[in-house]
């Protein structure tokens, strides 16, 4: 029980690593506020963490829209009475070099990835300041570091997030909240069989090649993320402030042949 009773708000937990470290998080005995765009994904993982004994509710809101999420974290603080942890997972990816990328999809990929770790952050943060304690987890990616094929507007938000972090820690830090960032490499989710689907001719041969790319020779699985969330989320992170944490199969320190 690594988490227990920690009040725990989770964005984009309908699907792929939210969802997984939604589960794992109520397992280790932390109440899961699931928040996701649709409700039919939001309301499934609920329904799976109580089935597997947990405590959770939906708490619904767009990550882009400020009603919607001011309206979600005073329906999360109504219930809980708190929050204890912020993990900013909800994400949308991003494909084509940037002369490729369109006005609207460019803004659409900043809105989701950079806005929506901006909005619920602003939200959230009075009621953990004046607890003086609280965790957030921002979700960047290993893209953060390193050049990928085609995919500018999605680099440029999770470099954002990554700066944005180590920011916010600066601030947060005399309210004894810590801010920490996830650096996945490529994960078995939704997101990426789409993402595979739309930049590929060939979805296997890619997968093989992304396999190549990671010095394990596999893709990682969502529970290996939400591994590493649920150490950010506990105390036994506590000496862990601004910083970035990479679960990418040695995709950013390694180097194939
Ligand atoms: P996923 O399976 O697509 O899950 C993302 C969830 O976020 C979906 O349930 C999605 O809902 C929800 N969402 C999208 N827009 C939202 C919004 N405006 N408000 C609230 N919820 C919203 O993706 P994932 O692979 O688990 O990715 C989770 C995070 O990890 C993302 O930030 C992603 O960039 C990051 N990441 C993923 C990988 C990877 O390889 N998978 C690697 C590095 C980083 P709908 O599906 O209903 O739209």
């Known amino acids: 029980m690594r988490l227990q009773g920690k009040k725990t708000l989770i964005t984009g937990a309908g699907s792929g690593i939210g969802k997984s470290s939604a589960l794992l998080f109520a397992k280790e005995g932390a109440v899961i506020a699931v928040n996701d765009i649709s409700e039919e994904h939001g309301q499934q993982t609920v329904a799976e963490i109580k089935e597997a004994g947990g405590e959770a509710f939906f708490a619904g809101a767009d990550v882009t829209d400020p009603d919607s999420v001011a309206a979600m974290v005073s329906k999360v603080i109504g219930e809980l009475g708190a929050i204890d942890v912020l993990f900013n997972n909800a994400g949308i990816s991003g494909v084509g070099a940037l002369h490729e990328v369109e006005p609207d999809v460019w803004d659409k990929v900043m809105n989701v990835n950079i806005r929506g770790v901006y909005l619920p952050s602003k939200y959230v943060l ?112 506590s000496f862990m402030m601004g910083s970035p944490l990479y679960i990418d199969g040695g995709v950013v320190f390694g180097k194939n042949a």
Request: charged share 25%; aromatic share 6%.
């Open 126 to 237: 009075p009621h953990m300041m004046e607890r003086r304690s609280g965790s957030i987890i921002n979700m960047s990616s290993c893209i953060a570091e390193i050049g990928l094929a085609r995919r500018a507007s999605y680099a440029a938000t999770k470099g954002a997030v990554l700066a944005l972090t180590k920011s916010m820690q600066v601030d947060y830090a005399p309210y004894n909240i810590r801010v920490n960032a996830l650096l996945p490499g490529t994960i078995l989710t939704p997101f990426v069989e789409n993402y595979l689907r739309t930049s590929y001719e060939d979805p296997e041969a890619g997968i093989e090649g992304i396999k190549k790319r990671q010095l394990s020779g596999d893709l990682g699985r969502p529970e290996d993320v939400a591994k590493a969330a649920l150490f950010l989320a506990s105390d036994e992170s």
